[in-house]
């Protein structure tokens, strides 16, 4: 079992900035790839941004691409989600999902290829 902590989400003025925090406790966490995805009211929850296990694949949603950056450090357990030029339609409510494979080498897009999920962290862009 993995349990996972989002955290550093709030209110941003449009081209601001934030960074995302996603902490993991329970089986070794550098071991899975890990997802952002977001989901607005309304609608559908879709990919942000994935990364596989070591890090050296990534994956990005077409409309966060140049904007949004994803990282991770295996020795403090957590994945990072650098957020800037922020926009009004990037508010949603913001999880980190993580893989139980171990070592896979891609960064999955698909939101069934994840087991772990957080409970999200709130994204709010004012104008």
């Known amino acids: 079992q993995v349990q996972l902590v989002e955290s550093g989400g709030g209110l941003v003025q449009a081209g601001g900035s934030l960074r995302l925090s996603c902490a993991a406790s329970g089986r070794t966490f550098s071991t899975s790839a890990v997802g952002w995805f977001r989901q607005a009211p309304g609608k559908e929850r879709e990919l942000v941004a994935a990364?596989?296990?070591?890090?050296?694949?990534?994956a990005y949603g077409d409309s966060v691409k140049g904007r949004f950056t994803i990282s991770r450090d295996n020795a403090k357990n957590t994945v990072y989600l650098r957020m800037i030029s922020l926009k009004p339609e990037d508010p949603a409510v913001y999880y980190c999902?993580?893989?139980?494979?171990?070592?896979?080498?891609?960064?999955?897009?698909?939101?069934?290829?994840?087991?772990?999920w957080g409970q999200g962290t709130q994204v709010t862009v004012s104008s």
């Open positions: 990364i596989n296990w070591s890090g050296g694949n990534t």
């Open positions: 999902a993580a893989d139980r494979t171990y070592y896979k080498t891609s960064a999955p897009d698909r939101l069934d290829a994840y087991d772990y």
